[in-house]
């Protein structure tokens, strides 16, 4: 039986997070890596018809001059995540795979993205409407899936952080959001959402894996519905907010009172960079400290930083401090330390999602996909962020569809 063809369409094409996947799919296509890491290699999902790593074509967005052999060999060199020799056996598919990238938007990025860019990206950024770049993302979006005769496409953002947007201004319906595209001093939309916007418009699925505003606002999730199409965000939880989702519910189900939960965050990769903007940062800090009120059902004292180290790389270390009340009111502590490669934590949780989107999607599942919750911080459109409760709702859709 012919297999299907499916685009993956990665926004930040060149970062660490995409590289790692495009090296993942290469590696794993071609019988030179496990399966470590990958939800959707567990055996719950055997039963699913779940693309397969051949059936890929990649490409991307990206504002940066460099290549997918560069960008991998320095998480080889600088940060010890890639092994050279694969990187060696895969570059001429890295070679090929450069041809099919693109550049992409600085629509309200920050300025400490916008430092990155190349001078072509930034000489069209000052001239280029949202709507006008919503077409050129489209254009691109278009002639990727005619000259490779793809079945499908899946778009998927992996760019920097932005800045926050108010999201009270964002007109609810999309019939008034829409006006405001070609008024680019009266929209507050970041790059993220236009690129939400290109791929919905087209009818093809999203997904935000960043904390960036994406498809999270509701006229573009009403745009979703009315093209047939899917999207879920935002913003992996990979690390320090996973452990968050799975020990709060313990204190929560043993009655201890959280009186206190400090958290302290330290890397030195393109995100750390861009993070270092006291603007995207608290964009970041948003999403990771959130869930604790609606897990244990009251706030405790919280307090999340995230700071730059250059000479870590992409090695993110946090430590956490968890004060709490027992019996009689004696107070105890947790400490954990977390330590793991920011890119290759998140790439196969990239390469999950794409894969139960694109399945999701085919058995025409439509708008926000709540069973994703457990790959998410922030999921949109569900509160519940107990870890096991959320992979509860991802086994119970694979037993339904399965």
């Not at 107990?386 to 037993?399: G, I, P, S």
């Amino acid at each position: 039986m012919a297999r299907r063809k499916i685009g993956l369409w990665l926004i930040g094409a060149k970062g660490g997070v995409a590289t790692s996947v495009t090296v993942g799919l290469v590696a794993l296509r071609k019988g030179l890596a496990g399966n470590f890491g990958l939800v959707t290699q567990l055996p719950l999902f055997a039963n699913l018809d779940l693309a397969q790593w051949p059936d890929f074509v990649i490409g991307g967005h990206e504002i940066r001059q460099t290549t997918l052999h560069d960008a991998a060999m320095l998480l080889a060199s600088n940060n010890h995540a890639l092994d050279s020799d694969l990187i060696a056996k895969c570059k001429p598919d890295l070679d090929k795979i450069d041809k099919n990238t693109r550049d992409g938007t600085l629509f309200n990025v920050g300025n400490r993205i916008e430092q990155f860019a190349t001078d072509e990206v930034k000489k069209r950024a000052g001239k280029e409407s949202p709507r006008a770049a919503i077409e050129r993302i489209q254009a691109d979006l278009k002639e990727f899936v005619q000259t490779n005769k793809l079945d499908q496409l899946i778009v998927v953002n992996l760019a920097s952080t932005e800045p926050p947007v108010d999201e009270a201004a964002i007109p609810a319906k999309w019939k008034d959001l829409t006006k405001l595209l070609d008024k680019p001093k009266k929209c507050s939309l970041g790059a993220s959402s236009l690129y939400a916007i290109a791929t919905l418009e087209l009818g093809y699925p999203f997904i935000n894996f960043t904390p960036s505003l994406g498809s999270a606002p509701a006229a573009i999730c009403e745009l979703a519905i009315e093209k047939e199409t899917c999207h879920m965000g935002h913003d992996g939880k990979t690390g320090e907010t996973l452990l968050k989702s799975v020990l709060a519910p313990m204190f929560a189900a043993r009655n201890l009172q959280v009186m206190s939960w400090v958290g302290h965050n330290i890397f030195g990769n393109m995100d750390g960079k861009v993070l270092d903007d006291p603007a995207n940062k608290k964009t970041k800090v948003r999403s990771k400290d959130h869930l604790l009120h609606q897990i244990l059902g009251y706030s405790p004292q919280t307090l999340v930083t995230i700071e730059y180290i250059e000479s870590l790389g992409d090695w993110k270390t946090a430590w956490d401090h968890i004060h709490f009340r027992g019996f009689l009111g004696t107070p105890m502590t947790l400490q954990f330390t977390w330590q793991g490669c920011d890119s290759l934590l998140a790439a196969p949780l990239v390469i999950d999602l794409v894969r139960l989107t694109e399945c999701a999607h085919r058995r025409g599942e439509r708008g926000l996909l709540t069973f994703l919750a457990s790959f998410f911080k922030s999921p949109l459109g569900i509160s519940e962020n107990d870890f096991v409760r959320q992979f509860q709702m991802l086994e119970a859709w694979v037993k339904k569809v399965g």
